[in-house]
């Protein structure tokens, strides 16, 4: 067993750290890529480092949408005190350069300018605008690239990524908390919370990585919950909510206009102040629907948090990536079932949170 651990990212000054392979160098880029979490979206996580004589002289990450990439950071870091060697140095970073215009130039274009002649890369970008050209770029220039450092670590850190454009989907997170005896709220739907301070708190941090976060219409009024991150520091997600026949009072939290907020029913189609109200066609299975909608507004992830015929729903149609589980030391003598999900031939993390467990079921490949 593991402790969860809360800390703040931590960042490192490496400029003269002596590194003996392409593994450690890349390790690296995965560590800054990680400060992007949550910042990036619908970008992919991606740091980068320039490295001359086994040292690395320049490095950076992606730090928000719409900002600068995470070679172009590396490059600026180099300039300040080694320009004469950027030309001269290899350029580590664990996804394929970008080859097109979007809120960027080119990074492509950008290595190919100031003469890096050999890149280390360890995915593919499998996003349509880029699938390869920028790679392609690259050797036409002349610049050595080696691929696949690393590559299997390198799609679990962008699996939000990697799943948004090859299933045209969000990433799917179920989340829930369970008591020992596999109960997830008592009979009376009165609001009664199942995990303790901390793994609350851990939530919260979890809120603030994924772009949106989802309810059902029970949850919602049993519940009324605010689905912000009040207990963390971060962006808010965009709130979903399944409300079929549009019952759910304005007085709830959900309606407070506060955060961008998307109903799902089977009535309207409707823009108000904040609010999305999006129609699908109930008669059918509506999860394609609804995940193709998101896709559609280019939100990469989201967390599914109740409750459980809503969590059912998803385990049954296998449309889930990764499985939060808590259990904790509480006792319902009756209640409503947690949702049923086989976890045989799953990799599986136990951890513990304060006094509740967590499991973390890893349905991602």
């Known amino acids: 067993m593991a402790f969860y651990c809360f800390s703040h990212r931590i960042h490192f000054n490496f400029v003269f750290l002596k590194m003996i392979s392409s593994e450690n160098f890349m390790h690296r880029c995965f560590d800054l890529a990680k400060s992007g979490l949550g910042m990036v979206a619908p970008n992919p996580m991606v740091g980068a480092l320039l490295v001359h004589d086994k040292k690395i002289i320049g490095e950076g990450f992606h730090h928000e949408f719409g900002k600068a990439h995470a070679e172009v950071n590396a490059i600026n870091d180099a300039e300040k005190n080694y320009p004469e060697k950027i030309s001269s140095s290899e350029l580590y970073v664990n996804l394929e350069p970008c080859s097109h215009y979007g809120k960027n130039p080119p990074c492509a ?72 005896d596999g109960f997830i709220a008592p009979v009376t739907k009165e609001r009664f919370q199942i995990s303790g301070v901390q793994s609350q708190e851990l939530v919260h941090k979890w809120r603030s990585e994924e772009q949106s976060v989802l309810v059902g219409t029970e949850t919602a009024l049993t519940d009324n919950p605010q689905l912000n991150v009040r207990f963390w520091s971060g962006k808010n997600p965009i709130r979903i909510v399944i409300d079929s026949k549009l019952l759910l009072p304005e007085i709830l939290n959900l309606f407070n206009h506060e955060i961008q907020t998307i109903i799902f029913n089977s009535i309207k189609t409707e823009e108000q102040n904040n609010i999305s109200f999006v129609k699908l066609n109930f008669k059918t299975s509506i999860l394609n629907q609804l995940l193709s909608h998101l896709h559609s507004k280019n939100i990469q992830s989201i967390i599914i948090e109740g409750g459980t015929a809503t969590l059912q729903k998803f385990i049954d149609e296998n449309l889930w990536d990764e499985a939060r589980i808590f259990t904790a030391p509480k006792k319902l003598v009756y209640g409503i079932k947690a949702p049923v999900l086989s976890i045989d031939n799953f990799n599986i993390e136990n951890l513990f949170v304060g006094e509740d467990e967590l499991k973390i079921i890893n349905n991602f490949s």
Request: overall charge positive.
């Open 109 to 180: 274009d950008l290595i190919i300018q100031r003469g890096i002649r050999k890149v280390f890369i360890s995915n593919y970008d499998t996003n349509p605008l880029v699938a390869g050209k920028g790679i392609e770029k690259l050797r036409a220039a002349g610049i050595e690239v080696v691929t696949d450092i690393l590559s299997e670590e390198g799609r679990k850190l962008n699996k939000r990524f990697f799943t948004f454009h090859e299933q045209k989907r969000p990433f799917i997170i179920l989340k829930w908390a369970q008591t020992p």
